[in-house]
Nanobody
Framework: QVQPVESGGGLVQAGGSLRLSCVVS????????MAWYRQAPGKQRELVAT???????SYADIVKGRFTIPGDNAKSTVCLQMNNLSPEDTAVYYC?????WGQGTQVTVSP
């Protein structure tokens, strides 16, 4: 498998938006689907959203209604659109496909 590669993180003010991208192996995605996780300082890694290979997305309650996985992804790229961000969303965001993890991309939300 090819390690996923995340991008798009950065610093944003509360209420703002960011769009993360993850480049994935198409073959791995077809087999496993993919997931977005995040890990805040001092906290455990938590699941944010999943996307099946069939295109069905699901979201953790804490982000439901604010985060979406757009349906216009390129074949090898899965995005995470994050709206109405709050400081509690500050974390390193990771993309996972099968047993592979990306290096993560930092998202920082200022008050």
């Amino acid at each position: 498998q090819v390690q996923p590669v995340e991008s798009g993180g950065g610093l944003v003010q509360a209420g703002g938006s960011l769009r993360l991208s993850c480049v994935v192996s198409e073959s791995a995605f077809r087999r496993y689907g993919m997931a977005w996780y995040r890990q805040a300082p001092g906290k455990q890694r938590e699941l944010v959203a999943t996307l099946t290979s069939g295109g069905t997305a699901s979201y953790a309650d804490i982000v439901k209604g604010r985060f979406t996985i757009p349906g216009d992804n390129a074949k090898s790229t899965v995005c995470l659109q994050m709206n109405n961000l709050s400081p509690e969303d500050t974390a390193v965001y990771y993309c996972s496909v099968g047993y592979e993890w990306g290096q993560g991309t930092q998202v920082t939300v200022s008050p």
